[in-house]
């Protein structure tokens, strides 16, 4: 990502097509990997047109990593594409991003002696959890499955809903595969 990227620019971003930036979110989140804090940004941004220059309203999130601004020539077409496609501008500009949320999809091992639905009883109390908090009761409780092997329990940060550049889990559903 380009260092002054902010909300408003016009952008190429992960998914193909022109962007515009609707909202960053700075992070220094846990990673499970190395179980260590680490910084990133993701950026929210809304598809405008496709690469074809065709109406293509979308919302879409990622890291800034695959976040840059549009080279001159392409801010010069887009321009000039607005100044003659004004109506479509005004329904863009009326557009509202759609919610994003953020997943944390953990094994969990199949229990002996319960049953789904005890089990989601049991992980309906994992609520407003950050994800190492998360990360370590599913250990601590013996829920977490070692081997990657086991159900997996899906956790969910509504609209990446994030206290001090952390987001904020609750359990959502058990998919048993």
Not at 74 to 103: G, V
Not at 134 to 156: E, I
Request: with cysteine; net charge negative.
């Amino acid at each position: 990502m380009d260092d002054n990227i902010k909300v408003g620019d016009w952008v190429r971003s992960y998914g193909s097509g022109i962007w515009r930036v609707h909202r960053i979110l700075e992070l220094n989140d846990f990673d499970i990997q190395s179980q260590t804090n680490k910084p990133r940004t993701v950026v929210f941004s809304s598809r405008f047109v496709n690469d074809s220059y065709e109406r293509s309203f979308v919302t879409e999130c990622c890291d800034s990593t695959f976040v840059y601004h549009l080279q001159q020539a392409e801010r010069d077409e887009l321009d000039s594409f607005i100044n003659q496609n004004i109506d479509l501008y005004t329904k863009f500009n009326a557009y509202k991003p759609k919610s994003i949320n953020a997943i944390y999809n953990a094994k969990i091992n199949i229990p002996v002696s319960k049953s789904k639905s005890e089990l989601e009883d049991l992980l309906i109390s994992y609520q407003s959890l950050f994800l190492e908090q998360l990360f370590c009761q599913l250990h601590s409780s013996g829920l977490a499955s070692s081997d990657n092997k086991g159900w997996t329990a899906q956790f969910v940060a509504k609209d990446h809903e994030a206290v001090d550049g952390k987001l904020v889990y609750s359990f959502s559903t058990l998919l048993t595969f």
